[in-house]
Nanobody, 120 residues
């Protein structure tokens, strides 16, 4: 059973920074793409940033230039460095890993989420 465990959330003032981490119980290299999502009550989970095994990192327009996603294949971790935080960045942040099964179907794995609250 693959486990993804997020850490690093908390309360921060607007303009502040936080670093989220996701620890994966298996080789992170086995995932085609690793991503961070966030969700606020009443809304759908939205993609914040993604990092593929090969290729360019991608960010949502709302966080471009402020957040940086990174993955460490040797340590089986993925981080999200968040700077210049805004109240609208508040939400539960989820770590996601996607890989392909032997039959070709996509498999998604999720962490339990970590709360980020940006407020003065």
């Amino acid at each position: 059973q693959v486990q993804l465990v997020e850490s690093g959330g908390g309360l921060v003032q607007p303009g502040g920074s936080l670093r989220l981490s996701c620890a994966v119980s298996e080789s992170i290299f086995s995932f085609n793409i690793m991503s961070w999502y966030r969700q606020v009550p009443g809304n759908q989970r939205e993609l914040v940033a993604s990092t593929p095994r090969y290729g360019s990192r991608r960010y949502s327009d709302s966080v471009q230039g402020r957040f940086t996603i990174s993955r460490d294949n040797a340590k089986n971790t993925m981080d999200l460095q968040m700077t210049s935080l805004k109240p609208e960045d508040t939400g539960v942040y989820f770590c996601n890993g996607e890989r392909t099964s032997p039959s070709g179907s996509k498999l998604n794995y999720w962490g339990q989420g970590t709360q980020v609250t940006v407020s003065s």
